[in-house]
């Protein structure tokens, strides 16, 4: 008797082992099933209003010409060691228009909040509610993707320079660090302030001042000691560096040193992995305060 319960014991938890196996898979099968339903709802929204999506693509299209025809006629040793501005130009457009699409990323949730759609979501039996934040940030990361696809092709146009398959990877890496990053600030935001026009207000004030405090537009040797001091700890900086690093060279140069002029010098590896870091520190932070939020 004794023998035959022992044996039924071990039979009922090796039973019960493919159950919890099961379990598990199902309930990361609802989190990608909520985190997938989410994202086609934002790309619903972003196809009913395309206007947003070519407001990303014409803005920094508008500054590479305008801005790069301005020093067109400028010598090519001014501003740049044996570039054009051109070439100068297009990775910090890059940058910055993946920049500014992930700052706008909030403004979804935070129209819903207004709409009231967000209280629905949030009493709804949600597996984790970290899904509205990891859709958010798969549906920037695909908006981004898309714009900065078509800033590169443009730029390639006007420029006349190649890249290789390899660089372009790396690339696109920097620019989904740095959307992720900018994107999870943006997404917190969308929960703390109050509403839309705080938002934009932040956005606008945001915008312009992370643009001249890096090197975007000019190298650290045409700005004053304090700028170069603030586009130092800029991240955009280190992410714009980097792809410029990669422009140049037409094959993968990881371990070229990046803005050698500071104290803090670089390889573009080291600098993705910077980038990865803040990425990641974001992200938790962000989760972490819309988790406190949302209880």
């Known amino acids: 008797m004794i023998d035959t319960t022992k044996d039924t014991g071990k039979s009922s938890r090796t039973e019960l082992r493919p159950k919890k196996i099961i379990k598990h898979e199902m309930h990361l099968k609802t989190i990608w099933q909520e985190v997938f339903s989410l994202t086609k709802r934002y790309c619903i929204q972003c196809q009913r209003r395309p206007s947003s999506l070519l407001s990303g693509v014409l803005q920094p299209l508008l500054w590479l010409i305008l801005f790069g025809a301005l020093f067109q006629n400028a010598p090519v040793n001014l501003l740049t060691e044996n570039r054009t501005y051109y070439q100068f130009l297009s990775p910090g457009i890059i940058v910055f228009s993946s920049f500014t699409g992930a700052m706008n990323s909030g403004l979804p949730i935070m129209f819903d909040r207004e709409f009231g759609f967000l209280n ?176």
């Open 120 to 295: 629905r979501l949030l009493v709804a039996p949600l597996k984790s509610r970290d899904s509205l934040l990891i859709s958010s940030i798969i549906f920037i990361l695909i908006v981004t993707m898309l714009q900065t696809t078509i800033i590169m092709t443009s730029s390639f146009l006007i420029s006349k320079n190649t890249l290789s398959i390899f660089n372009t990877i790396a690339i696109l890496i920097i620019i989904s660090l740095i959307t992720l990053a900018i994107g999870s600030a943006s997404i917190c935001l969308a929960f703390i302030l109050p509403g839309h026009i705080e938002f934009l207000a932040i956005i606008l004030v945001a915008n312009l001042p992370t643009l001249f405090s890096s090197t975007a537009l000019a190298p650290l040797s045409f700005m004053p000691y304090w700028l170069q001091a603030i586009a130092s700890i800029n991240p955009l900086t280190y992410a714009i560096e980097s792809i410029r690093c990669l422009y140049v060279n037409s094959h993968l140069e990881l371990q070229e040193n990046i803005l050698k002029s500071t104290s803090l010098s670089l390889n573009v590896q080291e600098s993705i992995y910077l980038l990865s870091i803040v990425s990641i520190i974001c992200f938790v932070i962000v989760k972490n305060i819309i988790s406190y939020k949302c209880d």
